[in-house]
C-alpha cells in the first residue's frame, strides 16, 4: 500500500489554467516536501512545510499542509509551458531509524500546452 | 551550485557486467546517505539506505547481494550493481541530507544504467 497518495498522476492543461495536485495519508509526517523533476534529472526542492496549517508562496505557487500534518497541495495559478514537469511529495515520518528517510508519492506529470 | 555530485550521469554495460555509480556530498559531511531507483515516468523508490562505517540498510524486496552499497566516508556513497542484467537498467538516483529534522535532501543528478 502507498503510505503517500498523491493525485492526479497525469494532468494535461493548456497555459493560463490552474490546477491543483494533492497528497494525501493516514500517517503524520514531521515534514513534506514538494520536488519538481525534469527528465534525466534528480528531483529539484520546491518547498518544505513544517507546519500544520502552513501555506508557503514560491511566486505562482501556493503549498498547504494540513492541519493534522497528513496532507498537503500544490496548486499553480495561469500554468505555463515551463511549468511542465514530474512533481513529487514526499513526507518524513518524525525521528528515530526514520531520520532523512523520505516516502514518496507516486508523483504528478504535468504538461501544460501553449 | 550542485551540493550532490553523481557519476556517471550514463552508463552502458553487457549483461552479466558490474557497475558501479558514485555519490559525493560536495562541502558537507552526510553520515547517511539513499539511493533510489525510478522508472520511466514514475516516482522515486527508495532501495536502502547508506550509513557512513557500517551496513546499508535496504528496503524489503531489495536485493542486497546485488545492490552493493559501501559509505566509506562522510562525502562518497557507491552502489554496485553486480552482475547486471536487462532488468536492471533505470535510472539510479543518490541523495543527501544536509541539516537537521525537516531539513531537504539534495539530490544527485541520476545515473542512467542501460544493460545490453
Known amino acids: 500500500t502507498q503510505l503517500l497518495e498523491q493525485s492526479p498522476q497525469f494532468l494535461s492543461i493548456q497555459e493560463g489554467e490552474n490546477l491543483t495536485v494533492y497528497c494525501n495519508s493516514s500517517?503524520?509526517?514531521?515534514?513534506l516536501q514538494w520536488y519538481r523533476q525534469e527528465p534525466g534529472e534528480g528531483p529539484v526542492l520546491l518547498v518544505t512545510?513544517?507546519?500544520?496549517?502552513e501555506v508557503k508562496k514560491l511566486k505562482r505557487l501556493t503549498f498547504q499542509f494540513g492541519d493534522a500534518r497528513k496532507d498537503s497541495s500544490l496548486h499553480i495559478t495561469a500554468a505555463q509551458p515551463g511549468d511542465t514537469g514530474l512533481y513529487l511529495c514526499?513526507?518524513?515520518?518524525?525521528?528515530?531509524?526514520?531520520?532523512?528517510?523520505?516516502?514518496f508519492g507516486q508523483g504528478t506529470i504535468l504538461t501544460v500546452h501553449p | 551550485g550542485a551540493v550532490v555530485s553523481q557519476h556517471p550521469s550514463r552508463v552502458i554495460c553487457k549483461s552479466g557486467t558490474s557497475v558501479k555509480i558514485e555519490c559525493r556530498s560536495l562541502?558537507?559531511?552526510?553520515?547517511?546517505m539513499f539511493w533510489y531507483r525510478q522508472f520511466p515516468k514514475k516516482s522515486l523508490m527508495l532501495m536502502a539506505t547508506?550509513?557512513?562505517?557500517?551496513?546499508?540498510?535496504?528496503e524489503q524486496g531489495v536485493e542486497k547481494d546485488k545492490f552493493l552499497i559501501n559509505h566509506a566516508s562522510l562525502t562518497l556513497s557507491t552502489l554496485t550493481v553486480t552482475s547486471a542484467h536487462p532488468e536492471d537498467s533505470s535510472f539510479y538516483i543518490c541523495?543527501?541530507?544536509?541539516?537537521?529534522?525537516?531539513?531537504?535532501?539534495?539530490f544527485g543528478n541520476g545515473t542512467r544504467l542501460t544493460v545490453t
Open positions: 541523495s543527501a541530507k544536509w541539516g537537521g529534522q525537516g531539513s531537504p535532501l539534495h
Open positions: 500517517s503524520v509526517f514531521s515534514s
Open positions: 512545510v513544517v507546519t500544520g496549517g
Open positions: 514526499a513526507g518524513e515520518r518524525a525521528g528515530g531509524t526514520s531520520y532523512g528517510k523520505l516516502t
Open positions: 562541502d558537507f559531511q552526510a553520515t547517511t
Open positions: 547508506s550509513n557512513e562505517g557500517s551496513k546499508a540498510t535496504y
